[in-house]
């Protein structure tokens, strides 16, 4: 069911199967601290939504890795396309995958820059009459905070050790960070592909936020991120997670990936979004 794997002859039977939904994982290239990889977001996209389509069929596209990452150029690995470049290749790709048949089209997004541009390209598409739809979703949708909430109200984390969960109690009760490259990151990442997750290199850089961006987020200023690099110089927010490891990895990933598969299940499901579609087309 991966776009690329398929053949023009199969294009049908996968329409059929994915009763039209189509996800298209999104993230993007940039500095991640020192120990994680340049393409972390959009690694982590594209497994949550490989692993959850083997629990409910959908088609794969290929991953759009460039996502929106304005402001760090002075990294090392940052790919930086302008905002309108990245505006008109969703949209060309969402009608090409539109034009072979997917109606139902799933953005789902790794990285939480891309946050403005995905609600600026979904609201784009009404702009238009579509024969198709698009919805946008975050993977990272279950973390450090939804499992320590879980685990305090007694549910069973068979994966996890008695010192993980100290670990990740931790983190919770005691306020620590873990934004970017963080606890969630880089547990995440040593399921994904522990060898791209260096250890040795965690202190090079410090995760703790300088503050200098405080007094404007008081007033609300917080709502853009155009100050984020004066707060977190390193592209790192968190402190370190030493301790972060596959086990806890791979209980978050196993909820974000369930809850995506249920998330495409319901949009299989569902023919009211592009009822909805043709009404509002009609409206024109
Ligand atoms: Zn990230």
Redesign the pocket.
């Known amino acids: 069911m991966r776009w690329e794997w398929l053949h023009q002859e199969d294009f049908d039977k996968a329409i059929e199967i994915s009763k039209g939904v189509c996800v298209m994982p999104m993230g993007c290239c940039e500095m991640?601290g020192e120990h994680l990889p340049v393409g972390?977001?959009y690694l982590t996209a594209e497994y949550v939504a490989r692993e959850a389509s083997k629990l409910e069929p959908v088609c794969l596209f290929p991953t759009f890795r460039f996502g929106d990452v304005q402001g760090l150029r002075m990294w090392k690995g940052s790919v930086i396309l302008s905002v309108e470049l990245e505006q008109a290749l969703l949209t060309e790709l969402c009608s090409e995958i539109a034009r072979n048949g997917f109606k139902k089209i799933i953005l789902l997004n790794?990285?939480?820059g891309n946050i403005p541009l995905l609600g600026n390209f979904v609201r784009s598409t009404m702009k238009e009459k579509k024969d198709y739809v698009v919805v946008a979703r975050n993977e990272y949708c279950w973390g450090v905070s939804e499992l320590v909430q879980e685990l305090d109200a007694g549910a069973d984390f068979p994966l996890l050790t008695k010192e993980d969960k100290e670990y990740v109690r931790d983190f919770v009760y005691n306020k620590k960070t873990w934004g970017?490259?963080g606890i969630e990151?880089t547990s995440v990442m040593c399921k994904i592909a522990p060898e791209l997750v260096n250890f040795d290199r965690m202190h090079v850089r410090d995760g703790l936020s300088r503050h200098k961006s405080d007094y404007l987020a008081e007033v609300g200023f917080g709502l853009t991120t155009r100050f984020w690099l004066k707060d977190y110089p390193d592209s790192y927010a968190g402190h370190h997670p030493e301790k972060a490891n596959a086990r806890i990895g791979e209980t978050i990933l196993r909820r974000r990936i369930e809850t995506q598969a249920e998330a495409c299940r319901r949009l299989k499901q569902d023919d009211r979004v592009l009822e909805w579609n043709d009404e509002y087309n009609k409206m024109w």
Do not use: K, T, V
């Open positions: 991640h972390q977001d790794g990285h939480g970017h490259a990151e």
